[in-house]
Every structure is written in C-alpha cells, then in structure tokens.
C-alpha cells in the first residue's frame, strides 16, 4: 500500500483530496515561496517542487504532494489581496475578461526517487460584474482575503460567464492532474492507504 503526504496544511485542499480517495495526511511546507522563474507556467511548478521537496524527508509516507496554484489576468499574477480595497481592483480587472488559474503540480515517489513536475491551466470567464453586485461581494464574502480575492465556489459563482477546464483546479487542488501522475507512475486508487 502507498501513503501520501499533502505538503500543505490547507484544510479546503486536503478536504477536496479525500472526497475523491486520495486519503493523506497534512505536513507544512518550509520552504519561502519565491521564484526568479517568469514564465507563470514554471513558476507555479517550481514552487510545488520547493514545497514537495521540503518536506521530503521529514514525511513518513511513500508519496509527497506539492501544489502552487496562481491566477493570472491580463497575464498579471493576482496576488492575494492586502485589503479590501485591493480585493476590489482584483475583481474589477477580472470582470469581462477571461483569468487563468494555474496549478503547479509536484508528485515525488520516495520509493522509486520518480519525481513529476507538470501544471493545469482553467480559464475562467467573467461576466460584466455591476458596480452594486462588487459591493454587496466586498462586504459579505467571509473569506476574500484568500488567494485572489474571488472565491469561486461562494457568491462569485454569481459572476462567471463559463469555465474552460477543471473546476477543482480553480480550488487548488486538480485531482484529475494528480490521479493522472500517480496512474504514470503505476498507483492506484487501491493501493493508496486509507
């Protein structure tokens, strides 16, 4: 049997992970979030390296998952906001256009030393947000200032046009992506430990 370890102690990704049976436990990544890549792809990537990698050896499991996720519009990465106002510019730039969510996906097998690094890229289509409908968002979404400022599964879900792509990669977590790097390296649903 294989066990897995999330390097992150996000409760929202590892909640996503177990309800599709890929049962793990959490450990904190150590290492600082900076990268000197530009390319958003490799970015994203290099930091989920940096995460799987640092807890590598102090994880007791076979398997190391390492996740960076990014959202980019008007290819500008969109931090996560500092303040409220900052929370409403991120939401008035991504109104009628289209952001790319990107999430670096880092899978390390300690038994074989087969490290994968690869990404999933959504597109996300917003519809012409009302000045009314930025307010009513700025002062009643509980958890804004996370990620980019919209929290796609909560009241922003008012505001999409359409999605191109995986919905739990917009979470943080492309399950899709990583079942399909641990079926590569020959793991299964059945073999991970529950």
Sequence with gaps: MKTITLASTSKFKSEILNRVGLKHTCMSSTCEEISSEKDPNNYVVELAYNKAKSIKDRANTNIIIGLDTIVLTNNKIIEKPSSLAE?????????????????????INKDTN?????????????????????????????????????????????????????????????????????????????DINK
């Design 87 to 107: 929370a409403r510019k991120n939401l008035l730039e991504s109104k009628n256009n289209t952001s790319r969510v990107i999430t670096g996906v880092s899978i």
């Design 114 to 190: 087969e490290v994968v690094n690869t990404f999933q890229e959504t597109k996300i289509s917003f519809k012409d947000i009302t000045d009314e409908d930025i307010d009513y968002y700025i002062e009643n979404e509980s958890d804004i200032m996370y990620a980019s400022g919209f929290i796609i599964e909560n009241i922003a879900s008012n505001f999409i046009d359409k999605i191109e792509g995986s919905y739990y990669n917009i979470l943080g977590a492309p399950v899709e992506k990583i079942y399909e790097v641990l079926n590569s390296m020959g793991i299964h649903l059945k």
